[in-house]
């Protein structure tokens, strides 16, 4: 891969392992429309300490229980606790003993954690208000201090600098020990909601070896015994500034394939795993509670468009649309709980509004072999043979096998090609490489307005033209317009472009399933995936 685009791998690759960990080990939250209090919706938000802190707040009531562990399945572990070097399945277990600024719930409202306000003075500035009374699990009080040498250590990371990515430094200041002065480069409406992405470490202790094997933040919980790929066990903290953890200790197992998994809900060796959509009914009968979730991303066809491709033209592209039967797909894949999405992104993007759903007849009618036919005929794509590339994953190469079927029925040819996941990203910064791009477009922000205007710049698919410019100006716009009504329509406007000339295709969203012994209570999943286990106790 050309070594000036591996920046861009890699930040893809953070915001695919977002949403994958989202799916795999924790679950997500579902659609939601944005409140006042949302990301990316332009309001000041702010809350006086110990309000609606810690993903549900932490009364402290009631008696520890210390005699029962609570033992939780994760997946995909980086070999290291450090919160600047895990993506994937565990990073949901980082929340045991780190804590971001704030999150949002799976309704789109937002909770604050560290932070307390975050109120703006103008597009670019705003004043960050830090929890006071917290202390990291070393003693050391946490200050305004942590909190911006958190963001540098974020800025200073390739895989992490999304967090942070149009935070200004130069004028970003602390003002005292619980107030920032957050300047911004330029507006960005993702950049809010990006920072619930960051998780707050020790200046004064933090070494990323060290913290491979011993992390030091301000979670309910400590680490006392960590074992590559093996397990991770944590206790509770008596001094959390949330009020004291309702389980005691906690043991994240490494349980990796769907059928170990299975079998250790079956022997009771778990209490918490994310299960397989196509497992939920068995795992219902073994008695475990199941919560089906959107998963906040859904499966896309992205096209090449680069002239003399066979997809060249957009009647090429509407043809192989309206030639998916996306619904079977989904049903294959996710047992019928999965359902085709009405527009590019995910319907569980905190800005979709109704009105983005159906502008283009790739949606509003969808399936149609022989309008697909009539296009395919129209447009020169019959009799040609198209390259569909996947991650070598098994539901992306199931979902290329079924698109190859359907390209069949309209008298078009397709050829699969499987590469491995680290490959993959390099292969489809070229358009030249494929036809036909099996994906999962998202974005840590879960706006529709990051993640249409994101990839669109990262993966640019060979589109170029006066309407290509256009489409840039509307969304590139609208990400960087702070009033959300005037950001609604100009995303509204870019997504009739975008739509009419379809560079990508939306299949079906991505659907999760957590299961949860029948006697566990206080279990509450944020719209990204994260979950605050100070909250989590027995019955």
């Known amino acids: 891969m ?10 893809l690759a953070l915001v695919l392992a977002l949403s994958l960990f989202a799916g795999c080990s924790s679950g997500t939250g ?11 919706t332009g309001a000041s938000t702010s809350a006086e300490p110990g309000s609606s802190s810690g993903g549900g707040e932490s009364s402290g009531s009631g008696e520890m229980n210390t005699t029962r562990t609570l033992n939780i399945a994760a997946t995909q572990d980086s070999g290291t606790l450090d919160p600047l070097g895990v993506t994937g399945g565990f990073v949901s277990v980082l929340y045991a003993f780190y804590e971001p600024l704030y999150d949002t719930r799976a309704d789109g409202s937002r909770i604050w954690v560290l932070g307390t306000a975050l109120d703006r003075v103008s597009d670019l500035e705003y004043t960050l208000k830090i929890r006071e009374g917290v202390t990291f699990s070393n003693g050391n009080p946490m200050t305004a201090d942590d909190v911006l040498y958190s963001m540098e250590l974020c800025a200073a990371n390739p895989q992490f600098s999304l967090n942070v990515k149009v935070v200004d430094f130069e004028k970003t200041k602390v003002i005292d020990d619980y107030t920032i002065d957050l300047w911004y480069t330029e507006y960005n409406a993702s950049q809010e909601p990006g920072l619930a992405s960051l998780l707050i470490v020790d200046k004064e202790s933090y070494d990323a070896e060290k913290s491979s094997q011993e992390p030091i933040g301000t979670g309910p919980y400590t680490v006392t015994d960590y074992v590559v790929n093996s397990h991770l066990s944590v206790t509770a903290r008596e001094d959390y500034w949330n009020g004291t953890p309702k389980i005691k200790n906690i043991n994240f197992k490494v349980i990796n394939e769907p059928a170990q998994i299975i079998n250790a809900l079956e022997t009771g060796d778990v209490d918490m795993a994310g299960v397989s959509v196509a497992d939920v009914d068995y ?7 199941v919560e089906i979730r959107n998963g906040g991303y859904n499966y896309s066809a992205f096209y090449s468009m680069l002239p003399g491709n066979p997809l060249a033209s957009k009647e090429a592209r509407w043809a192989v649309s309206m030639a998916i039967d996306r619904q079977s797909i989904a ?3 996710f047992s019928g709980q999965s359902t085709v999405t009405d527009y590019p992104g995910s319907h569980a993007m905190i800005d979709l509004e109704d009105r983005y759903l159906n502008l283009h007849e790739t949606y509003s009618t969808g399936y149609n072999p022989e309008r697909a036919k009539e296009l395919a005929d129209q447009s020169g794509l019959t009799g040609q043979t198209v390259r569909i590339i996947t991650n070598g994953s098994s539901d992306p190469n199931t979902i290329a096998e079924m698109i190859q079927a359907n390209l069949l029925d309209i008298g078009v040819n397709a050829q699969i090609v499987n590469y491995d996941q680290a490959t993959y990203f390099g292969v489809l910064m070229d358009a030249s490489n494929f ?8 974005a840590p922000s879960m706006l529709a307005v990051d993640v249409l205007s994101m990839y669109l710049t990262f993966i640019p698919l060979g589109w170029e033209g006066p309407e290509r410019d256009h489409y840039g100006e509307l969304s590139m716009g609208a990400i960087g317009t702070y009033d959300a009504k005037e950001r609604g329509e100009l995303l509204f406007q870019a997504l009739e472009v975008f739509e009419d000339f379809d560079p990508w295709f939306g299949l079906f969203e991505y659907v999760s399933s957590f299961a949860q012994s029948s006697d566990l209570t206080g279990v509450e999943y944020m719209i990204a995936g994260s979950l605050y286990y100070n909250n989590i106790a027995f019955k």
């Open 283 to 289: 795992v219902k009968k073994l008695g475990y509670d």
């Open 2 to 11: 050309n070594t000036a685009k591996r920046p861009l791998a890699l930040l």
């Open 435 to 442: 036809e036909i791009a099996v994906f999962t477009p998202s």
């Open 30 to 40: 579902d659609s939601g429309s944005g409140t006042s209090a949302s990301p990316g």
């Open 331 to 333: 049903d294959i894949i």
